[in-house]
């Protein structure tokens, strides 16, 4: 039985600076991305050949930005769905607020790319402590109830399409 090339979109997302490009950087054996203890240190998120079989099956593993401010960032995303929101995201906030456009980032790579998401947390808090997590599920992306850029159930929306990487992967070494 030969299998039809299979291509999986492994997003690792979650607040900025929990060490997302230092699991990255352990599970593809590479160094890869800058590491460096302050937030928002990668800008963009950045695709890596995790695994390739003799077959053509690919796990492709993404490592995004971070997240910083969630409750701006969620009434952002509201508004992408119109040309003012678009301005603000793209052109505003790309200029005046490069790191709140980053985080953006990492919730476009979700939405367009990702099959699988492994969200981090920082083992040293205590859940009840971050006060990034619990505001965080609430609205996810990928909630069964809510979608980021409407208002209607996601169970209502048509199946999104998946765009190709902005950002080819790189060969396994």
Wanted: charged content about 20%; overall charge positive.
């Amino acid at each position: 039985m030969t299998l039809q090339p299979t291509t999986i979109q492994l997003s690792l997302v979650s607040h900025t600076n929990t060490g997302k490009t230092t699991l990255a950087r352990s599970l593809i054996g590479r160094d890869v991305g800058e590491i460096r203890d302050e937030a928002h240190v990668t800008a963009l998120a950045e695709c890596h050949r995790m695994i390739e079989s003799a077959d053509g099956q690919v796990l492709n593993l993404w490592d995004t930005p971070g997240f910083g401010d969630s409750a701006r960032l969620i009434k952002r995303l509201r508004l992408q769905g119109n040309p003012v929101g678009w301005l603000l995201s793209e052109v505003w906030d790309r200029w005046r607020d490069r790191p709140f456009w980053s985080s953006q980032q990492a919730i476009r790579n979700v939405r367009e790319q990702a099959d699988v998401v492994l969200y981090l947390v920082n083992a040293s808090e205590k859940p009840g402590e971050a006060g990034y997590v619990a505001p965080r599920w609430k609205s996810w992306p990928g909630s069964a109830n809510r979608c980021w850029s409407c208002s209607t159930s996601s169970a209502n929306r048509a199946p999104a399409t998946r765009t190709p990487p902005t950002r080819p992967c790189g060969a396994a070494t």
